[in-house]
């Protein structure tokens, strides 16, 4: 059987990808120059749900598992008079030695041929090139997409990627997205080696920049429809920073990755990890669902009053689209992934009135509900079924309540807000609400800076320094129009 490794280029767009299937971009070092210019961040150029898995993992994975699954809840005991705790959920993939190596079909497109003119970038992709066409372990074809020919043209040897290059360069003209969607899916469906496919998009541009819901809708068909043709989409972006949110949002159920790059060193090493992913399949198909009791509501956002002492403040509903049931198409070979649900619970007097909860709490523990993940493991051939239940239990005694307090969820949750923040800020400022937007970021600051004392981060001390650029402007912004003298 004959395997097609074929590489794509498409320069397309400015994008530190956020994927929830595998490496996500966050748009956190995009927003530091943007805060320096004087302008509050856009808050589609953040994902806060990427935020949180810029950090390491808190948790110790499971060598003998290919998917190492946690279910922490933020309190063991929970007050009599009622309660708000968190539930944070982890998942971790092994180390890629733990995995089989699968040859694929990967695809590279080069949106934009004028980064061919650059030369050292041009010299950056021929390295590429030859280091993929070295560790093929098959007859896998490593080839480039061109749109002005509508084929994929093989790289059969070395030799043969300075000419195909110059070919893809001489075109000079930057197709639209939509043509290239429909011609390169084409030419992908007429592969018929029946191997999984790695579509690598290169842009300098934002893919879904006029964000409309019919330019988004068109995209994610497209995408969803080729991911049943076990084609899966990696982003690559590089000039334009795009709309993280709705671009990590697309890439979610598809597989693949997003990036974003700012040198030509970067583009090497980012396509080579992203190879390496590709054919070091782990798990996939992976399902999580949260069942929680009736006596257990779950809010959008956690700003308490403890930690943010804003409590007039209302956040963006739109920016909190976390559900119960999340699907994500895959995760690679060392990757991690944390979600987090606030949850509140009544007061132990109204919660008696449900008769159910009479019956299950004579024992004085309360079912809070259970979480599963469900994912097709490449390890064991099949698909896995994982569940955990959750319970807390009432309690008169505070420092019993305390001392049951998780503090590893409590951080999470605290650093994960960091985005949401960012993304609010400049909704505060349109509406004149300068001093929520102040206390926010001051209080995330000082919440910061304890965690950074206590153990040093570098991604928390970037954190801390974007936040202070923020409350800086914030500051001025203010002065300038008396609401702080």
Not at 269 to 287: A, G, M, Q, S
Not at 292 to 313: A, G, K
Not at 355 to 376: H, K, M, W
Not at 377 to 401: A, F, I, M
Request: proline share 2%.
């Amino acid at each position: 059987m004959k395997y097609y490794v074929m590489i794509f280029y498409a320069v397309l767009c400015t994008v530190e990808l956020v994927s929830a299937a595998g490496q996500s971009e966050s748009g956190r070092d995009s927003g530091l120059s943007t805060v320096e210019s004087g302008q509050f961040i856009d808050p589609a150029k953040i994902d806060a749900y990427a935020y949180i898995n810029d950090f390491v993992f808190p948790y110790t994975i499971n060598d003998h598992d290919d998917l190492s699954v946690y279910a922490r809840l933020e309190k063991n005991k929970i007050l009599t008079i009622g309660d708000t705790f968190n539930l944070l959920i982890g998942l971790q993939v092994n180390d890629k030695e733990y995995f089989t190596r699968q040859e694929g079909n990967y695809i590279l497109l080069i949106h934009n041929p004028e980064m061919l003119l650059r030369n050292e970038w041009r010299a950056s992709l021929t390295q590429i090139l030859r280091r993929i066409l070295q560790q093929h372990q098959s007859n896998a074809v490593v080839g480039i997409f061109s749109p002005a020919t509508n084929e994929i043209i093989e790289i059969s040897d070395e030799s043969s990627i300075y000419r195909i290059l110059t070919q893809i360069q001489n075109t000079r003209k930057v197709y639209t997205i939509d043509s290239i969607l429909d011609q390169s899916f084409k030419c992908m469906d007429a592969i018929t080696n029946n191997l999984s496919t790695r579509f690598v998009w290169i842009t300098d541009s934002d893919l879904l920049k006029s964000n409309t819901n019919r330019e988004r809708e068109y995209f994610d068909f497209l995408m969803k429809l080729q991911s049943q043709n076990n084609i899966s989409f990696s982003y690559l972006g590089y000039g334009e920073v795009p709309n993280w949110a709705s671009m990590n949002q697309s890439l979610k159920n598809i597989g693949g990755n997003s990036y974003f790059i700012y040198t030509h060193q970067e583009l090497e090493t980012i396509l080579w990890d992203d190879y390496n992913r590709f054919i070091y399949p782990t798990v996939e198909n992976i399902k999580i669902n949260i069942s929680l009791m009736p006596w257990i509501t779950e809010s959008r956002y956690d700003y308490r009053s403890e930690w943010y002492p804003v409590i007039n403040f209302r956040p963006v509903n739109n920016f909190y689209t976390l559900t119960d049931r999340n699907e994500i198409k895959n995760m690679d070979a060392g990757e991690h992934k944390i979600f987090l649900y606030y949850l509140n619970i009544r007061a132990f007097n109204k919660t008696l009135s449900d008769l159910y909860f009479r019956t299950v709490y004579a024992d004085g523990i309360v079912p809070v509900g259970f979480c599963s993940i469900e994912y097709y493991s490449y390890y064991s051939g099949k698909t896995v079924y994982k569940t955990v239940p959750l319970h807390v239990q009432y309690t008169e005694n505070y420092d019993e309540y305390a001392a049951s307090i998780d503090q590893s969820v409590v951080k999470y949750t605290i650093l994960q807000n960091t985005g949401f923040i960012i993304k609010e800020l400049s909704t505060l400022v349109n509406n004149r609400e300068y001093y929520t937007a102040i206390l926010l970021v001051d209080s995330q600051i000082k919440k910061l800076e304890h965690f950074q004392q206590e153990e040093p981060d570098e991604k928390i001390a970037e954190d801390i320094e974007i936040l202070n650029k923020n409350r800086a402007l914030l500051m001025d912004q203010a002065k300038s129009l008396n609401y702080i003298r």
